[in-house]
Every structure is written in C-alpha cells, then in structure tokens.
C-alpha cells in the first residue's frame, strides 16, 4: 500500500496558502492542543467549500507536526553549530565563512551520495544545486555589503578628519599637528 501513496502529495500539502498558514502556525505556537488545532483547520477546511475528503485526520496532523519538528530540530541545530562557526571565526573575511559553507554542502553531498546506496532513493542533487546557487549569492551579497561598509566608513573618517582639522586650527595647532591629528583619523601612516 506504501507503494501507490509514493509521490503524491499529502492533504497538508494541497491545503490552501491561508489554511496551511494557520495550521503552521499552530504548530508553531504550540498554545494550542493537536486536537484542537485539527478541529480549527478543518472548519478552516469545510468553511472554504472544500470537499469532505480533504479534512485532515488526527494521524496526517501528527505526521504533519512531528515532520515540521523534524524540520525546526534540524534549523535549530544548523543555526547552533553557524554561531558556534561564526564565533570561531569572528571578523575574519566572509571567504572564510563561504568556505565552511561550501565544505558543509561537500559534506552533505558525501553522504547522500552514500545514502543513495543504501536506501535505493537518488540523491537530491538539484536541492544541492540550488543550495550552491543560493551560498554564491549569499556571498555576493556580503561581499557587496562589505564593500559598502568600508566605503561608508570611509567617508565617516573624511567627515572626522575635516572636521577635527577645523578645530585644530581654530585651537592654533601648527600645521604639522594638524596634519598628523587629520592622518590618524584617516587610518594613513
């Protein structure tokens, strides 16, 4: 029976963005007993002139929720091990970061590749693919925001050193004092 359920898609999959929203949230609040939380969507369910067949069961809500904590358990961890990283790696270039990023996916592409053995299913390779696409565009985008930050504080440091050379003359520095006060500011040996 496994065999004819095989790719198609759940009732939770095929429920309106609205209803699937407020099932998630649900979950995610976690104020609110399964059981209730059934009985609400599937009011959702027949409210929005659905058929009958689409209400939801209390074993479809639990496959649902214990896949979401699956999901959650797994971004929870990936997020605990990138602020363990990011510590380590403090403000050390974004390259560095990238890197780590890039031997993760490795990683994770190993093992599916070894999983694709043991368990007969294909490796996701377009989910990896897209993962790729989506760590060069995160670099791209910190690059440029690096970018963008030292030519903010570059001008900042202009603004400074302007403005400190105004004082000082009016202070009656020599010129020299000036020049050196005004290098400083800038960064400039």
Do not use: C
């Amino acid at each position: 029976m496994a065999s004819e359920t095989r790719g198609r898609r759940s009732k939770v999959d095929l429920l309106p963005d609205p209803i699937r929203k407020k099932l998630d949230a649900g979950l995610r609040n976690g104020s609110i007993q399964q059981i209730d939380l059934l009985d609400e969507i599937n009011a959702l369910i027949k409210a929005a002139g659905l058929p009958e067949e689409n209400q939801l069961s209390r074993a479809g809500i639990n496959r649902y929720a214990t896949k979401m904590e699956a999901v959650g358990k797994s971004l929870r961890e990936m997020r605990e091990i990138t602020q363990v990283w990011t510590a380590e790696l403090g403000d050390k270039p974004t390259g560095e970061v990238t890197k780590l990023i890039l031997e993760m996916a490795r990683s994770q592409l190993f093992k599916a590749l070894l999983n694709q053995d043991e368990t007969g299913e294909g490796a996701d390779v377009g989910m990896i693919k897209d993962a790729m696409l989506a760590v060069q565009r995160l670099e791209s985008a910190a690059m440029a925001s690096h970018k963008r930050e030292k030519e903010i504080r570059t001008a900042f440091a202009a603004e400074a050193a302007n403005a400190a050379e105004k004082v000082a003359k009016t202070a009656g520095l020599t010129s020299d004092a000036v020049a050196l006060l005004k290098r400083e500011i800038l960064g400039i040996a």
